[in-house]
C-alpha cells in the first residue's frame, strides 16, 4: 500500500479529508446537481386533489389541502418536497365555506390561482380576493390565513422556498390562536393603493424595501402589459415575458422567489439558453412542448414541470392560440448572492436537438 | 471707535468676516428664505399664451413658445424664471404642425398636459402622445423635441429644476443638429412596457435605476388609483394623494423634481403642515382655496400657485365636484440631501385663522 | 385499509406528495439539520499536513495540500468537505520554492495566516505577502496562485463556501494557462491603498461594491484595534470583537462570507445566545472552551471547532492571557435573504449547564 | 413698437415671462456662475485672529471666535459668508480654559486642526481630543461643543455648507440649554472603535449609514497612507490623494461635504482639468501655485484658496519638501443629484498658460 493511500486512510479515521483527492467533487468546472426534469399533467393532480376533497377535513390537525410536486431524483437523497433544490410547488383546493386557519413560517410564499372564485388570501389583516390568473403573496413571516365565501371549489398554484430555507436552517413556525387573523384593514386595500406600481400614496413616503405594498397581481392587467409587449420584438428565449416586481424597489415581487409570466404567440419556438437558477413551470393555457437538455416535455393547460438549474432549455407553442406560462424561480437569491450566470446555446442555430420524450406517469 | 469694531472693519477690507457678527445670518433658527406665495390665472396666462402663438414662429431663434411663471420677490433679486428657489414652472403653446426642435440640457423636465391632443414628446428617439392630465418625463441630459399632429392647440405645462440647477453651477445645454430627433423605438413602446409599474419585461432584469422606464403617466391610470384610495382614509394634510414613482426604485419618477397628483373631495378641508421642500400646484380641475402663512388663495381650473418652503398650508375644496391639484416641488432633493423636515400646525385644531386674501393680478 | 391511506400511496407512486402528512417536516416550528458541532485539535491537523508535505508534490494533478475539516454528520449523508452546512474549511501548507497553481472558481475564499512567513497570495496579478494572523480575500472567480519565496513551511486555514455553491448548483472552476498568473500590479498594492479603510484614492472614486478593494487585513492592526475596543464594555456574547468589512460597502469583507476576529480577556465568560447562521472557529491563541448545546468543547492554540445553526453557546477564557478567535460564518448570506435570527438565553442567568464533555479523537 | 415687444412687456407687469426671451439665461451651455477664485495668506488671517483673541470673549452672544473666507464677488451679491456657492470656509481660534457652547444646526461640518493641543471637540457627549492635521467630523444637527484642557491656543479651520442649506431653506439651530453637553461616552471612543474603517465592532453589525461612526480621522494615518499611495502611480490631476470616507457606506465621511488630503512631491506639476463641484483649499504644509483658469494663485503653508465650480486648474509643488493641500468640496452633492461632469484639459500638452498673477490683498 503506498504512503499516500495510507494517509488518505488516517485522515478518514478522524474526520480529516485529503483535498487533492477531493478538490474536483467539491469545486465542479460546472453546476453538478442532482435536480432532474419532470412534468405532471393537470388531469393527475386534479384528480387527486379532488379526491382529497373528499377526505381530508382543513383543521389544526391538517391545515392545509395540498398536493406537492415530488422531483423524484431528490426523493432518493431524502428531500421530501422538493421540486428543485430551492423551490417546492403544491397544489391547494379550499371549497365552499371552508377556512385553512392562520399562520406564519420564515419560507415565503406565492399563490397563483388556477380555477374558482369567491375564495380569498388573508396577510396580516387584509383580505384579497382571489381570480384566475392572479398572483397573491404571502410574504415571509406574515401572519396568513385562507377562506372560501363563493360556491364552488377553488384551486390555486403554492410556491414556497422550502428547500432554500432547509439548507440554511433557517425554518421557523407558528400557528395562529385562532383559525382567523383579525381583519383589521380593507379589503383588498393594497391593490386599491397600488393597483399600478407607479404611484405610490404619499402616506406611504416612508415605506422602503420588502415586503412589497401590493399584494395582488390581477391576470387581467398581467395580461393587458403581455397584449402591449406583444407590439415590440420578443426576447428570444422567453417571447413575451415579464417578471413581477416590487415597486418600492424593483427587485422582484417577493424578496426570495421570482415570479414571471410568458406569453407564447402561436409558433413562436424560443431559442435555447441555460441559467443557473432553477425555476417550476405552470401552463396557465394553451398547449406545446419545451426541450430540456435535449428531452421534450410536451404539455398542455393546467401542467406543471421542472427546469433544472444549469439545464438547455427551448419553448415552443404548437397549439392555435396563445401559450401562457407562469413560473416561480430562484434567480433573485442568485442575484443576491452573486451566483447567477447566463449561456446561449450557440449549435444549430440555437436549437437542440430531440433526443427522447418524456413519458408522464398517469395517475394509477 | 471700539477696537473690536475697528478689527471688524479692517477684515471687511481683505474680504475676511467677523462670524461673531454674521453667525445669526448663516445659520437661522428656521428657514430664511426670500420666496413667498403667488398665484396665477389661467385665464391671463392663456390669453398671453395664445396672442404668443399668433406672434412668435418656432425654430432655432425661439426653441419654445413658453409663458414662465415668476416669482415676483426672487425676480427682485435678479433670479429670472424662478417659481421657487429651486423649481421654474411655464406654460408651453405647440400649434399642430410645428415642430419645438430637439435638444438637451442638464435640467431634469417634467410635462403635464392641459389641454388638447394630437402632440407627443420624443424622448431618445421614442414619442409619446399627450391627452389631457398625463405626466411625461424629460430625463435630464435625454434628448427631446415636441411636434404635433392633431388639429388643435395643444397646451402643456413644463416643470424644470433650473433654480436647483444654477446654484449649483450645473447648467450644460447642447441643441441637436437636426430638429426632429431620429426615431429609433416605438411610439409610446415604455408605456407598453410598463403600463403598469408592478411588471417588468424580462429583456429589462439588468435595467436599474435611473431615468424611470417609464416615461408617460396616464391620467386615466392616476384617475382611477385615486378613486380606489377614496375607499380608504385619507391624508390628514393632502387628502387622497399620490406621488408618481420609478418602478425600479420607489423613488420619485425623475430624479429630482417630485410630482404629485391629489383630490380633494367637495367639502374637503385638509389640517395645515409645514415643510422644507417647497412646491408649485396647477389645478387640474375644480374649485377652492389654499391657505398659506394665513393667507387666502382662492383657485380655480386651470390656475397655478406657489408653496414656499417652510410655510404653514392647508386646502379646501369648495366646489361641488372633486378638485384635482398637480403639483411639482424638490422633495426628492431634500431627502437626498438629509434636509427635509415636516412640522404639523397644532393650534386651533390644526388650522390657521385667515388674516388676508390674496388678489390676482388680472391681464392688464 | 383507510381511504386516504390508499391516496397518500397512490399519491407517492406519480411523485405527488401529501402535504397533510409532510408539513411539519418541510416547516420546522425551528431550525432542524444535521449539522454537529466538533473539535479538531492542532497536533493531529498539523501532523497529518506535514506529512502529506513529505508525500504530496504539488502541480495540476495535485493543485493544493489541504487537510480538510469534515464534519461527520454531514459526511453521512454524503456531503463531502462540509464543515457547515454551507462553509468548508481547510488547513493548507506550502512549502519553501513551491507553487499552488493558478485558478478561479465561483467558490469565495478567505486565507488565515497559521505559521510562517515569505509566502504570498496572488489575486489578479497582485502578490500579497503573509504573516501570522492576516486575513487574506480571494474573491469569487477571481485568478489566485499562492508562491512561497521564503525557507520555512507556510500554514494557513483556507474558508470557502462550498456548501452553499452546491445548494444552489452554482459552482464553475477554470484551471489558468501557466501555474503563475502575470503579476501586473505593485505587490501589496491594495494593502498600500487601503490600509486604512477610512482612506480611498481619488482615482478610486468611481469603485463601488465588491470585491472589497483591500485583500489584506493585518493582524497587527486587527489586533491594535482589539487592543482600543478593550477599553470600552465588551459584547455580552462575543467579549472586543470585530467583522472585517469591504470599506466600500460597511457589509462583509467578502460578499458571502463572514469574518470575525475576538479577544476574549483571562476569566472572560461570555454570556449564551443563538443565530441562524453557522460558524467555524480558529483559536489563534490562548486556551479555554466554549459549550455548544450543553456540550463543553475545551480548546487550546491552533483548534478548530464548529458552531451548527441555531446551537445555543458561550465562551470562556481560561488562560492566563488573552485568547484570540478568528472565525469565519454564513451570516452576509443570512442577512441578504433576510433569514437571520438571534435569541438570548434567559435561562440561569445566561449561562447553560455543562451536560458533556467532547472528547476530541486523537492521531491513530 | 412691435407686437412681440409689447407682449413681452405686458407679461413682466404681471410676474409672467417670455421664455422666447430669456432661454438662455437659465439653461445655459456651460455653467454659468458668479463664484471668483481667490487667495488668503496665513498671515493675514492668523494676526487678525489672534487680535479677536484679544477682543473677544466667548459666551452665548459670540458663540465662536472665527474670521471666516468673504468671497468677494458673492459678497456682492448679498451672500454674507459663501467661499463657494455652497461652501463656507472659517478660521477658528479657542484659547486655553475657553468653552465654545454646545449647539446644533442642520448644517454639516468639519473641523481640520490647524495648530496647537490640548482643545476638544464633543459630539453628542463624546470628546475627541485635536492635533495638528487631524479631521474631525460634526455631523448636520448633531449637539458639539469645543473645549481646550491644554496650555497654548489652538486653531482650526470650520466647513460648513452654508450656501448649500440657504439655497434650499433648510436651516436650523438650536442652541443647548448647558454651555457643555453632557460627556456620555468615553473620550476617543469612535476612534477606539473604529481606528481603521475595514474593521467593525460586532455590537455595531446593525449600523447603517450616516453619520460615519468614525469622528475623528488621525493625520498620522492619513500621512502614512500618502507615503504608502507614493509607492504606486500618481493621479494625474491630483498627485497622491485621498478622499476621507464612511466606512459604512464607501461614500464621502460626511453626507453633504467633500474632504481630500493631497500630496505633492516636490517639482510635480499636475496636469489641468475642471469639474462642476467646487472646492476651498488649505495648505497643512509647502509651497507652490495652483493655475486657475490663466491665472496663478502662489501659496505657502497656511493659505487658503478658492476653485470656483467648471474652472481649469492644475498644481504645482515648488518647495523642496512634500506638499500637502487639504480641501472640502460639494462632489457628494454634485453625485448625488447626478450632476457632476469632469473634463480634461486638451490643449498645450494639458497644462494652461499662465496670464495673470493673483496678487492678495496683505493686512491694512
Redo the contacts between chains.
Sequence with gaps: MK??DR?NE???????????E??G?????????E?MP?L?KWE??RK?LL??GE??RLGRE???????????SL?KQGL??YST??L?V?VQLLLPGEVAPAHR???SAIRFIIEGEGAYTAVDGERTYMERGDLILTP?WTWHDHGHEGTEPVIWMDG?D?G???????????PYSEDVFPVSV?HN?S?????????????D?KR?G?PSP?IS?KWK??K??LE??S??DP?PY?GY??????????GS?D??IGT???KLTPGMHTKAHRH?H?AVYHVLDGEGYTIINGVKFEWAKGDFFIL???SWHEHVNTGAGDAHLFSIN?LP??E????E?EEAYDKNGGYQSIIDVFEP????
Design positions: 504512503a499516500l494517509l488516517e485522515l478518514e479515521k478522524v474526520y480529516l479529508g485529503p483535498l487533492w477531493k478538490l467533487k467539491m469545486v465542479t468546472p460546472e453546476p453538478d446537481h435536480v419532470y405532471w393527475t393532480i387527486y379526491e382529497a377526505l381530508l391538517s391545515e392545509r389541502r395540498v398536493v406537492y410536486l415530488q422531483n423524484p426523493l421530501i418536497g433544490n430551492t417546492y403544491g413560517h420564515s419560507q415571509a414556497l422550502v432554500l430555507v432547509r439548507n440554511f436552517a433557517g425554518s421557523f413556525f407558528e380593507p386595500g391593490t386599491f393603493k397600488y393597483a399600478t406600481g407607479a404611484l405610490r400614496p404619499v402616506s413616503r422602503k420588502y401590493l397581481y392587467t398581467t393587458q402589459v402591449n409587449l407590439k415590440l426576447d422567453d415575458a415579464v417578471d413581477y416586481i416590487n415597486p418600492l424597489t424593483g415581487a424578496l426570495r414571471t409570466m410568458q443557473v432553477s433544472p438549474p444549469w430562484d437569491i442568485m443576491r448572492l452573486d451566483l450566470r406517469l398517469s395517475q394509477v
